[in-house]
Each structure stands twice: as structure tokens, then as C-alpha cells.
């Protein structure tokens, strides 16, 4: 296994426009996470999941924000009608909880968004 | 809220020891992690503390005390490649709910 990949690498987009990243975990973990990182700030949390099952998403997060884990095995995660504020470093993670007490979470290279 | 408090910058010489701490609120709390990243590259996963005490690995160590609800993380003979932003890291609760510091940047002088 490679790792978690997210696709794609870099987005650049109008304001107002929709897009939508896609991350696929390490095969055996089923917890995947997403976060945002904006230069010089620490990841934010937006939303995780168990299997398919989302967890728990941010409150700081707008509607325009949702994310799917349909099989439990890849997530998408969409914004609509972007903002200049949504350009950032979307940052996808993978765990596997049978590995605790470590809590080790793989991270993805990430996609970097630029909202014009 | 939920607060995780790090010094935003630290600097060191190279083959020195440098200590970087981290101090949290947070509504739960199940374990205390670090990670490492490399300008342009994706946080890594240094180590992970639980219980109270000293874990080591390698030239790193990580302290957690959690009765004063703060943490450090201790580096050893540093060398150039250890110029990288650190992040401590809270697991919440049992579902793993894991939220970030903002970082300290460790600068390493020659």
C-alpha cells in the first residue's frame, strides 16, 4: 500500500464555483479525517469518519461544506460556491483504531485550493 | 472551547537539545501526540503519550503530565533536516477525535 493519496494536488477556482476533493486511505483503516491548514497555522479539524459513518463535523464549518465516505472506503469532500477565505491546504488523514493506544494518523500530501 | 497553546517559534543551535511545549483545554482528553512537517510536506507522526511520563524514541522524547494538562517534546543532538514546523496534537475522546496546536517553527542555527 502507498499510503493515503488525495486528488487532485492543486485547484484553482473562480469564486462561486464548486469543487470537490477526493482522498483514499491506507486500505486497512477505517477512520479517515479531514482538515484544513492555512500557512502557518496548525491543522483544523472538519470532519472525520468510522467506515462509512461520519462522526462528527465542525461547527466552524459552513453548509457550503459537506463530505461523504459512501463505502467506507474513499471520501469526497465538497465546497460549494467557493470563497477567497476557502483557499487553504485540504489535508486528508487515515487511522486504523485497532492500532491505538498510538493514535497514529497517516496524513496525505493534501490539496492545495486557491479560490480567485 | 478547546485551546492547545505552543510557542509559535523556537530556535536552536545544531547538536543541542531544544524543548517544545504544549499546554491544552480541551473538553476531553485521551492522549497527547506529536508530529513534524517539512515545508511543503505532509505532517508525520513523531510519538504519542497517554499515560504520565517520558516516552522516548530515537533522539526524540515526549512528556506528558496530565494533572497540569501540559506536555513537552524534547530533541536531541539536533541536526539541519530537524528544521520543521511541530505540532502537538489532542485526542479527545474514544472515537478518536484528534485536534491540532498551531505549530512551532524550529529554526536551527549552524
Known amino acids: 500500500d502507498t499510503g493515503v493519496s488525495q486528488d487532485p494536488r492543486h485547484k484553482i477556482t473562480k469564486r462561486g464555483q464548486n469543487v470537490t476533493f477526493r482522498c483514499d486511505p491506507i486500505s486497512e483503516h477505517n477512520r479517515l479525517y479531514w482538515y484544513r491548514q492555512t500557512l502557518g497555522q496548525g491543522p483544523e479539524f472538519l470532519t472525520y469518519f468510522q467506515n462509512e459513518a461520519q462522526l462528527e463535523k465542525s461547527r466552524l464549518l459552513s453548509d457550503r461544506f459537506s463530505a461523504e465516505r459512501p463505502k467506507g472506503s474513499f471520501s469526497t469532500l465538497e465546497i460549494q460556491r467557493t470563497e477567497q477565505g476557502d483557499s487553504a491546504m485540504y489535508l486528508c488523514?487515515?487511522?486504523?483504531?485497532?492500532?491505538?493506544?498510538?493514535?497514529?494518523?497517516?496524513f496525505g500530501e493534501g490539496s492545495r485550493l486557491t479560490v480567485l | 472551547g478547546q485551546s492547545l497553546e505552543q510557542p509559535s517559534e523556537v530556535t536552536a543551535v545544531e547538536g543541542a537539545i531544544v524543548q517544545i511545549n504544549c499546554t491544552y483545554q480541551?473538553?476531553?482528553?485521551?492522549?497527547l501526540s506529536w508530529y513534524q512537517q517539512h515545508d511543503g510536506g505532509a505532517p508525520t507522526f513523531l510519538s504519542y503519550n497517554a499515560l504520565d511520563g517520558l516516552e522516548e524514541t530515537g533522539r526524540f522524547s515526549s512528556f506528558l503530565s496530565r494533572s497540569d494538562s501540559y506536555g513537552y517534546l524534547l530533541l536531541q543532538e539536533l541536526q539541519m533536516k530537524d528544521s520543521a514546523s511541530y505540532f502537538c496534537a489532542v485526542d479527545l475522546n474514544r472515537d478518536d477525535k484528534i485536534i491540532f496546536g498551531k505549530g512551532t517553527r524550529l529554526h536551527i542555527l549552524p
Open positions: 480541551t473538553s476531553g482528553f485521551y492522549g
Open positions: 488523514a487515515s487511522s486504523n483504531p485497532a492500532d491505538r493506544p498510538t493514535g497514529e494518523l497517516f
